[in-house]
């Protein structure tokens, strides 16, 4: 044993050492101290480490530091703190104004900077995450966990829905609001058996002086309070715009309110209806001149052989294959006109195709059906009558091929508004090909001039390839003559009264180093914006695009890929292995095809991720019903996935949002059945919800199966995906109580289109 004056002395030795292990810690360093009533934050400046504590409430570590920077003029007070780190190169402002504890970063120049490190412990119970429309993830949960480290680096404005995420303590949450969305990179690290995150944000050379803010809220114990946070500040900052101030502005979008949401496919000049003499067809094909023989040259080689083919009568395949391929030469003659060009001539692109339609009828006279303006397979006046007498008085029909259907048929159009549908046609200008490149995306095809001068141009000076290696990714502002000269030319001759841009709200936003005109990733997102405003404020037409993502959403009525996200791409089984019970299908044939048709099963995990009920989230809808209405993505419409079906359907219907169809002529008769049975329960209800915000979620049973929305007007949908009866609700149903009027029950019935 030591004596005991040398144990004296080594009682005194570990105070001592204890006493400078707490002045070494990092927050004891740093001495920042936030607090107010709520919550008391503490906050290490040299590292961004930050420990908030509730009031009444356990201590969480929200961010376990950063590379420790070098800290100089620190001035603090009780509820604001600034500095900088390494000799001025960054400023920092923390300031605590009620349950935000806002975060300002400025830099001297360009670079990239970490900023916030979750640790797995401040996880909780369970993670908020934006993923589409949005989930829930149980600490812990294997599954997600294998499935987030998978996907790489998040960007905030096009991986996610909402620039934000949250956990879950159960009395409160926490949630992260990047109040600037741009230039942000998140990263998941495994620690044990849950997930640590980081967030990284780029100052760019373009504008290295712009700040990045983002927020620390305390929330409820709701699990929709980041989201409910983030709207709240949209509104303070004016960057919400409510769906009744759109329809004030733009009336003719009340017709979205109610309406199922349709793609066609088979929107050709001609249908087999159309044809009445096969042999005379072909004769005319044979000749040796004229717009047969010319027509004769574009033919595939298939539909040629057909046309030589030596006995007299075409069986129905052979019809098929003729007019498909003769439809496909008309397209190919009436593109002659305007593609392969500097800079397409937009009123004769317009033109020409009516032209071209008139002379065909003269030349093939006898064997075409008379009267061209009745011509047509799914686009026609006969499907708009069909549709009609279903009894479906509010839809929006999209044509999925582009406009060319709407130049073809103007007349179907034109039935189609008058019997009080939206008619669109799908449209884009986010990619520009060369003159060489897939004739048949022909809304890509914007000339050689946009194709070279309106390029991203990237930071090492590369033109930015295009959609699926195709083309090359546009400048908005660049485009933009070219988008308001086309879209004004198509909309006067064809009659749509309704627009979707492809793309345009995704997210999917770049940095453009071009020396003449650069772009940042916001001016990028204003310019997406600006151009829907543009079709909706000088054609007054109800302008929709892709997903919706928050940053790109202003502008829009309606957004296609919320619901149900893009899924599995580039998954080999799912795009590439046709014997696989998971592939999707083929782009083809043209007028159906399978990759939108073609019903299979989804596989694992991404069943469960995206569908399992009890990890499903209404985060979007918490932040944007009221103004933006949101649907499927047209990969996965609502008939698309067998094996997940009537999940599918409960949260479309408990959400309130409009259910997604793709139609042909060949279909028409065994979808509709579907179609109408929903819409009977649906478009009341959205009528009354759709320019309503939903104010509350929760789960209403242990194993969240029974679910409840509620909105704004008091209205609440009870949802129970449970396969049997609980709490008085029937098995897979949904439950719609509305103030002062008696319960309504839908059960979805697992039937097959």
Known sequence: LAPPKAHGRTLNLRRALCICVLLLSPLAVAGTVLENPQWRIELDPANLAVRVTPSGGEPVQASSGVATHKVSQLQQSTQHANWQWDNGAYRLNATLDQRDLILTITAREAGELEIVRQPASAMGKGLIWPLAEGHYVPAGNSLWQRFLLEQGDVNSTQDLSLPLWGVDHASFTLNWLLTNPYNNRLQWQAEGPRLGLSLHHEFTALDPTAPMTLRLNLGEADLLAGAKRYRQWLVEQGLYEPLA????????????????????????????????????????LRGPDGLGAQLNDLLDSEAAQVVQAPQPFLDRYQQAVLLRGLNAALNKKARQGWQATTEPDMPALAQGYGALRQQLALAFAGALRANPETWGSTLSSTTIKTLQESGLPRLLLTLGEGWEGGLWHPEAVRDGVAAGYLMAPYDSYETALAASENPDWTTAHLGSRAYRDCAIVLKGGQLKTGFQKSGHYTDPRCVRPLLEARVTAVQAKAGFNAWFLDAYATGMLFDSYRSVLGMTQAQNAQGNIDAARWIASHLQLPVGSEDGNAT?????????????????????????????????????????????????????????????????????????????ITSHHWLFDSLKLSNVQAENELAQLLYNVPPLYHLSAATLKQRLPMIQRQDGFFRPLHERLATQ??????????????????????????????????????GQSVTAWVVGERPVEEQVAQQRP
Not at 256 to 264: F, K, N, T
Not at 569 to 592: F, H, L, N
Not at 698 to 724: I, K, M, P, Y
């Open 693 to 730: 915000a939903m104010t509350d979620f929760r789960w209403l049973s242990n194993d969240r199966l029974v679910q409840q929305t509620t909105f704004a007007d008091g209205t609440r949908l009870v949802a129970n995906f449970a396969q049997e009866e609980r709490d008085g609700y029937a």
């Open 245 to 284: 101030d759109k329809l004030q502005r733009l009336p003719a979008g009340e017709k979205l309110l109610g309406a199922s949401h349709v793609y066609l496919w088979g929107n050709d000049l001609l249908g087999l209806g159309d044809v009445r003499d096969w042999e005379q067809l072909r004769t005319v």
């Open 552 to 628: 790109t959403a202003r502008g829009v009525l309606f957004a296609h890929g919320m619901q149900t996200p893009v899924m599995g791409w580039g998954d080999r089984e799912m795009t590439q292995d046709k014997q696989s019970p998971y592939y999707v299908g083929a782009w083809y044939p043209p007028e159906e095809p399978a990759v939108f048709f073609k019903r299979v099963p989804l596989k694992e995990p991404l069943r469960s991720v995206y569908f399992a009920p009890a990890m499903r989230l209404p985060l979007y809808q918490a932040v944007f019903h009221g103004s933006v």
